[in-house]
DNA sequence: GAACCTTACGCAAACGTTTGCGTGTGGAAA
DNA sequence: TTTCCACACGCAAACGTTTGCGTAAGGTTC
């Protein structure tokens, strides 16, 4: 087992100095020509690679960018790290990924751990206990110890930083228009309980679509969700034999679950019952019939967000000291859940 | 901005030397109790934490893992991370991920850069493009460097190393007699072309449940898929007007493309044809008809991996020069495409 | 008062780089 | 022969840690 060759090595095989092989290998004028050339093939030979950590300590930066999202087994966070990866990886940045669990605990210690010599800078997109527990000092402290911070999706108002995220009150206004203008009036909303901030606005996107349309908001047609992962009773027993004739629903699950439960209530989408889901995934692309939806452009919101952060670790000071927001469009992707 | 706190600033401001600092925070009875406390009073004041970079630069270990998968957007791979993650942050090791996006050269410039430095190991899954050009020395040359790999999924026979798979044929013949055992007679299968080792493991696997049943290899019921992303065509040309009672699909992108292919030709699923599908993704369990399918148990493959990886990690050398294959059990999941 | 022991700390090397500057050697010019 | 200048290289510091060992100061013992 061959070790991984150093400096040193190559320096003390070839009997020069350290910084002769340094130097050599980056082709200084300082060195012979006959020097360099042999340390260079000396290197090739044992297959010599800087090593990165070295590297780092000596010029104080990774080159590396860490990436912390609620869940790692998601669709939408997921097409968000590839927009990254594209981006980093063009800029030469390396990227990390952790995921929260959408425990703020962890949240923490990730972000700590990566803040202690890992990573430059973040892109994050804060875990629910963080949304629910207000405490964002971990957040804070890392900015305030120079290292720049992106937050994209589910953001925090109370930290000012740069953003990246989409109009989560429009898209909604835009879904829920859609049922309107092909003649939906009594439209229910699947949504999520008021801590998570997108649910949040996207109710509101809701509400102020009915009210463009002047229809009255009725308490009966909402329906907020607490837990994520068990809705299907809960969707069901909401929907059985409500007088409606449309779903909006804020994510995907909750689109496909409805639809599931309509299906065994008898109902015929988009015949009987309209349903218009949010985020693009896979689901929503596959499933019979195919759900209108909102996209969210996760790619896109990845690639915005690598690129505010990198250039905030690659400007001048003068850049330094702004803040920018980047909302990314949403748009309807019609398919059939919807007719008119 | 407070920069980050070092020990040499902690010395300076308190007039003690680096060595004491270090000690103190480390409760060394070499250091007496007032100074201890003064120096930790300190540090927890400025919120020292050590820089992992000059850590992982003394003890030549970086307490990181790399994990190495074709796709980011991907649950399979997704849920295997999970698993990862979960030993991983449970033995104190933080993980990395990069996705080679099925790019041989990719994979290399991954691996390299992470094996420079940036982890004591790796979990990897190998580029499609990667199999089909059968070049291993970056992993081999990763290995002959003391760096352990671990091989998952999309394995290597050629590759002397710990290996976490499921057995695939099996699997296949599992799925393949339960539609036998139902009754069918004329089953299909929809896979891949042959060089992506897990999809030629599952056509071998369906042709061993239809020998022990007697039932001759039709090369007219097998589809052999090259483009993924788009099989629908191709899907729908094959099933067309053709006599079969089953479909044997080995990823579930191709089940459900079979079964919205299926429901357009006006073939009912589960009564006119059975359907069954390879991985238990989301898919799977959200269409209607709910896809019954061959888990492959994701987190399980991460948490096995992990355990592996970090066995050698940790290991003395006895230990280090033994490899093992870890062969995970799949499992049948009967759900509504396939009945009796 | 001398010899010795604790106690409490500092020194320095090491991990693998990079790089400004100092320096020995040789040859050319005077 | 002396002086000077390139050339080609090495030294050493720095990044932030850890740790074995050396040592000064002070106290104890006879």
């Known amino acids: 087992m061959k070790r991984k060759v150093t400096l040193k090595q190559i320096a003390k095989e070839l009997d020069v100095s350290i910084s002769?092989?340094?130097?050599?290998?980056?082709?200084?004028?300082?060195?012979?020509l006959d020097t360099r050339q042999k340390v260079k093939a000396f290197a090739k030979l044992y297959n010599y690679k800087p090593n990165n950590i070295a590297l780092s300590l000596k010029n104080r930066k990774t080159k590396t960018i860490g990436v912390i999202i609620p869940e790692i087994v998601h669709h939408f966070f997921t097409t968000v790290i590839g927009g990254v990866e594209k981006v980093a990886n063009e800029k030469g940045y390396n990227v990390i990924i952790c995921s929260s669990n959408n425990s703020f605990d962890k949240e923490?210690?990730?972000?700590?751990?990566?803040a202690s010599g890992s990573a430059d800078g973040f892109i994050l997109s804060v875990a629910k206990e963080t949304q629910l527990k207000k405490d964002y000092h971990h957040i804070e402290e890392t900015m305030s110890q120079g290292m720049p911070v992106v937050l994209f999706d589910r953001i925090i108002d109370e930290v000012v930083c740069d953003k990246v995220i989409i109009d989560d009150a429009k898209g909604a206004q835009t879904a829920t228009n859609h049922l309107l203008s092909i003649g939906c009036k009594k439209i229910a909303i699947l949504t999520t309980v008021d801590y998570i901030s997108v649910g949040k606005l996207r109710t509101n996107g809701y509400l102020r679509a009915l009210r463009a349309y002047d229809i009255p908001e009725k308490e009966e047609l909402i329906l907020k969700i607490e837990d994520i992962d068990n809705c299907e009773a809960e969707i069901s027993e909401f929907l059985k034999d409500k007088d409606i004739d449309a779903v909006f629903a804020v994510n995907e699950l909750f689109a496909v679950t409805a639809a599931k439960v309509l299906d065994r209530q008898g109902k015929k989408v988009p015949d009987d019952i309209a349903i218009i889901g949010f985020t693009d995934g896979i689901l929503s692309k596959h499933f019979i019939p195919s759900l209108t939806t909102i996209s969210q452009h996760g790619e896109d919101m990845g690639i915005r967000?690598?690129?505010?952060?990198?250039?905030?670790?690659?400007?001048?000071?003068?850049?330094?000291?702004?803040y920018r927001t980047v909302i990314i469009d949403t748009s309807l992707i019609e398919r059939k859940s919807t007719k008119k």
């Not at 092989?21 to 300082?30: G, Y």
């Not at 923490?108 to 990566?114: D, G, S």
């Open 108 to 114: 923490v210690i990730n972000l700590e751990m990566l």
């Open 20 to 32: 002769t092989v340094s130097k050599a290998l980056k082709d200084s004028a300082e060195i012979s």
């Open 305 to 322: 967000a690598a690129k505010l952060l990198i250039d905030k670790l690659e400007g001048d000071d003068a850049v330094t000291e702004e």
